[in-house]
């Protein structure tokens, strides 16, 4: 999900599934009449009269040239069309999940122009599919004239030797039709089997995908933890550059830290690593003592809370303590239907739902990622009260740049270039020199500069 659009991921469940669907709900009854049906009148054919069958055969190695030719090109054109689709969906996709900052830029025209472009490539990789049909599928029908024509000219060569009665032809004809009639069919599918095989690859590179995070065989259950937290020498990186150099943090059962710093100092990776949406490649997280990868990963989650900086809502109604200064204004109250991605709502609007639905989690370790970085100070303050609720007894790890937030935190973390530099509270960073007093001297209206 990381490394791949959205829509190209929605391609793969949808598009690509639907080709494979295709031929296997229409496709396998074809292929077993058809082939049935082939080998009977091949049989009937040789059986009829021998010579008849080997002249019909004159057909064989052409048929295979061009069959061999068909399953070369036509796999790579499938697998283009594939290809194809997949971006087009991501661009749309893109563009509707980003309609209203296309709209405040008016990239509008930019952005009609790229779909038409991407469209136009989808359209050409369509019809080179269709040129390759065209050539083949009547190459097939070539073929079975050929044929036909190969054995009435040796029929009526046997018939005046007197070697062939007239009705074995018109019998061996009427085969000869059971024979290309199938065969026929089977090209056309052959041709779907084709489209099948290109998207069963790019399903095939979803399903064999391997888990970034996964339980071990051995991972016990978890029980209800208490929330003591360790970073034990943590190390991690994304590529080949580690974005975090031996990290040590240790946060008692119901403590808060604060993480702050300049945009790439390693603030929201850590919080990743805690919430295991990734392991470290060096050194450990633990829990109570134990490593994360020790245990059942769904235990640890269902006891774990995000409060992100831009909340996702799903759509459907809700009902929680806490919001009902949203509900106030909405004309059915909690069970008001939420739009998809909380539209119609206001950004403290749906972060108040969103740490509702954090305290509806009751976690007992919970992360807010710049919780407050989108918001007004009025609604900052309601937010404000509602984290006093959220965070009383829970294991907390903020990151934020508000100055109101982080003092409520244990202790302030100050991270540049993946490495802690400084730690302590506001109080004691501020009678130091450093980072956080750099940051402090950039406070606009109670504020730190934004992660």
């Avoid at 599928?137 to 007239?166: D, K, N, Q, W």
Wanted: with cysteine; proline share 3%; charged share 20%.
């Amino acid at each position: 999900f990381s490394q791949q659009k959205a829509g190209w991921i929605i391609s793969r469940l949808n598009s690509d599934v639907d080709a494979l669907s295709d031929v296997l709900n229409q496709g396998l009854t074809t292929l077993v009449v058809n082939t049935l049906t082939l080998l009977a009148a091949v049989g009937g054919l040789f059986l009829l009269d021998w010579r008849l069958g080997l002249v019909a055969l004159c057909i064989l190695p052409p048929g295979i040239v061009v069959t061999r030719w068909f399953q070369r090109v036509s796999h790579a054109a499938a697998a283009d069309v594939r290809t194809r689709i997949a971006i087009v969906t991501a661009q749309l996709a893109e563009s509707v999940a980003g309609m209203a900052v296309i709209q405040a830029f008016n990239r509008e025209r930019a952005f009609q122009q790229e779909f038409d472009g991407l469209n136009e490539e989808n359209r050409l990789a369509n019809v080179h599919v269709q040129k390759i049909y065209s050539v083949f599928f009547p190459a097939i029908e070539l073929l079975g004239a050929i044929a036909t024509a190969a054995v009435l000219f040796a029929g009526a060569h046997f018939i005046g030797a007197s070697a062939m009665e007239i009705g074995t032809l018109i019998a061996a004809v009427g085969l000869l039709a059971l024979v290309f009639q199938p065969l026929q069919e089977l090209s056309e599918l052959y041709g779907q089997v084709q489209a099948a095989s290109a998207a069963m690859d790019k399903i095939s590179s979803v399903l064999d995908a391997e888990i970034d995070v996964a339980d071990k065989p051995s991972a016990r259950p978890l029980g209800r933890i208490d929330g003591a937290l360790e970073l034990d020498g943590v190390t991690f990186a994304y590529g080949k550059e580690p974005v975090l150099h031996e990290i040590d943090i240790s946060v008692p059962a119901g403590g808060c830290i604060a993480l702050v710093g300049e945009s790439g100092g390693g603030k929201s990776t850590t919080a990743k690593l805690i919430a295991r949406f990734y392991d470290p490649d060096e050194g450990a997280v633990r829990v109570d003592g134990t490593d994360l990868r020790d245990v059942e990963l769904v235990g640890y989650r269902r006891q774990l809370g995000v409060v992100l900086q831009d909340p996702f809502l799903f759509s459907g109604t809700a009902a929680a303590v806490g919001v009902d200064r949203v509900a106030a204004r909405l004309d059915h109250g909690l069970e008001h239907v939420v739009r998809e991605g909380g539209a119609g709502l206001s950004a403290g609007e749906r972060q108040l739902i969103s740490i509702a639905r954090a305290l509806l989690a009751d976690p007992r370790i919970l992360i807010l990622d710049e919780a407050t970085s989108n918001i007004d100070r009025p609604t900052e303050i309601v937010i404000e009260k509602a984290f006093d609720r959220l965070l009383a007894g829970r294991t907390s790890i903020i990151i934020a740049h508000r100055l109101a937030t982080v003092r409520r935190a244990d202790e302030i973390l100050v991270l540049e270039h993946g490495r802690i530099v400084q730690r302590g509270t506001e109080r004691e960073l501020k009678s130091q020199g450093g980072p956080f007093r750099r940051l402090a001297h950039q406070l606009v209206e109670d504020s730190l500069p934004a992660a």
